[in-house]
Nanobody
Framework: EVQLVESGGGVVQPGGSLKLSCKTS????????VGWVRQAPGKERDIVAC????????YYLPSVKGRFTITTDNARNTVTLQMNSLVPEDTAVYYC???????????????????WGRGTQVTVSS
């Protein structure tokens, strides 16, 4: 059974940093790509970042490229999202996701993942 459990959310001031972690089980990072999707209040979900170890693919939402870094730790079965230079627009619930594709969209261009964590709140505010 695939399980994804997020941790590390919280409140941070603009310009600050946060690290999100996702403890995974039930699969290996060569079987499924892993990543993060966020949803801000009243907005559509966005794929923030994903990584596919089988072929080295990574993807970043353009607005976070250069500020966020996604990494995997095979020994700990953990995927981490290091978020730097945070801005209020990064405020959202962040979900850990897993799927065979990176990134993964449905026919309408919306994030579509087979597996989701419960989410962790990130708030960027002064």
């Amino acid at each position: 059974e695939v399980q994804l459990v997020e941790s590390g959310g919280g409140v941070v001031q603009p310009g600050g940093s946060l690290k999100l972690s996702c403890k995974t089980s039930g699969f290996t990072f060569t079987e499924l790509a892993v990543g993060w999707v966020r949803q801000a209040p009243g907005k559509e979900r966005d794929i923030v970042a994903c990584i596919e170890e089988s072929d080295g693919t990574t993807y970043y939402l353009p607005s976070v490229k250069g500020r966020f870094t996604i990494t995997t730790d095979n020994a700990r079965n953990t995927v981490t999202l290091q978020m730097n230079s945070l801005v209020p627009e990064d405020t959202a619930v962040y979900y850990c996701t897993a799927d065979v594709l990176c990134p993964s969209y449905d026919g309408r261009g919306r994030p579509s993942y087979d597996y989701w964590g419960r989410g962790t709140q990130v708030t960027v505010s002064s």
